[in-house]
């Protein structure tokens, strides 16, 4: 495993990540299996894991703490805050007030004294940058958090929390966590030029772009469904056009992969992390074949020649719909901020 600096930190991480969010309830609700696919993964060489503690109500958190135990100070351990964690209104969101609440928690539940990358998982515009960010260096300076991270932001966001870092002398983002695969490229426009300008890491999450670039979605195939569809239903609807271009574009891609005697799996992860931009993808098995089959891709290497042909598949910095981007904001989510009142 050839590892990699993220952003201008210094830190080293794999070019793989390993995604928590299947452990638990949300996918695998066996602690040992989920723990047992956690020690293959860092056997392989991984030396990167995420989670975040919404991720079955906290429950990823606890078995990737019980995973690491003996192993904490060769690992690079990742989580995130902002989700609603229970029926109280102020237990979300990206307050100060919140912010030192869940990471008390998160350290609880992963049992470490410390969490190497915290990360806010959403933007809140309602929230001032400057309290999330004062917030989080408090945490910084108590030994608490070593790195801070964003995910999901748009890049105005991204550079308003830049400026705002610098110009009140707080810790700022090292890293931004966007999701990014061959079929959600809108990043490529903007983002990541942004964060390669601030010298930010970048961790993408959904390279297979939720179970589309598995090699099940194909078309003539009368079982497309999805475990995460009960969630997320506008992303995996084939009634919607942009699902249905979908399909025949990771249909596109499969056959593609073939051509070139690989498997989709591993196109899409190459795809992925070898961006300039990118430090690492987020892989998130919820089995252990699951994880086999995706750990040799970082030995794969894509020819311009098939990079063209993915282009011609799916446009560069283009998404197929706002349920892949991870994040609506609120001028597009609500209809009355871009309309005038009728007189």
Known sequence: MKYRSLGRTGLK???????????????????????????????????????????SAGESEVIVGKAI???RDDL?????????????PNMAGNSRRWIMRACEESLR????????????????????????????????????????GSSTFPSSAIVEAQ??????????????QPPYSILVRGIEAEMLPTCQRYGMGVIAWSPLAGGWLSGKWRLGRDDLTSRRAARIPGRYDLSKPENQKKLEAADALAVLAEEDKMSLVHL???????????????????????????????D??????????IDEIVAPGTNFSWFDAGYEPPSIASAWRRRRPHR
Not at 27 to 55: C, E, K, M, Q, R
Not at 272 to 290: K, M, Q, W, Y
């Open 13 to 55: 991480v794999s070019p793989l990540c390993l995604g928590a969010m299947m452990f638990g309830a949300w996918g695998n609700p066996d602690h040992d299996d989920s723990i047992s696919i956690i020690h293959a993964a860092l056997d392989a060489g991984i030396n990167f894991i995420d989670t975040a503690d919404v991720y």
């Open 69 to 71: 135990k003996g192993k």
């Open 76 to 88: 690079v351990i990742a989580t995130k805050f902002h989700a609603p964690m229970g029926d109280d």
């Open 109 to 148: 539940r992963l049992g470490t004294d410390y969490i190497d990358l915290y990360q806010v998982h959403r933007p809140e515009p309602d929230t001032d940058i400057e309290e999330t960010l004062g917030a989080l260096s408090d945490l910084v300076h108590q030994g608490k958090v070593r790195y801070l």
């Open 163 to 176: 400026w705002v870092a610098d110009r009140r002398h707080l810790e700022r983002f090292v890293c931004e």
């Open 268 to 298: 899409a992860l190459a795809f992925v992390i070898n961006h300039p931009a990118v430090t690492a993808a987020i892989i998130g098995p919820r089995t252990r074949e699951h994880l086999d089959t995706q750990l040799d891709a970082v």
């Open 300 to 309: 794969v290497t894509l020819t311009d020649e098939l990079l063209d042909r």
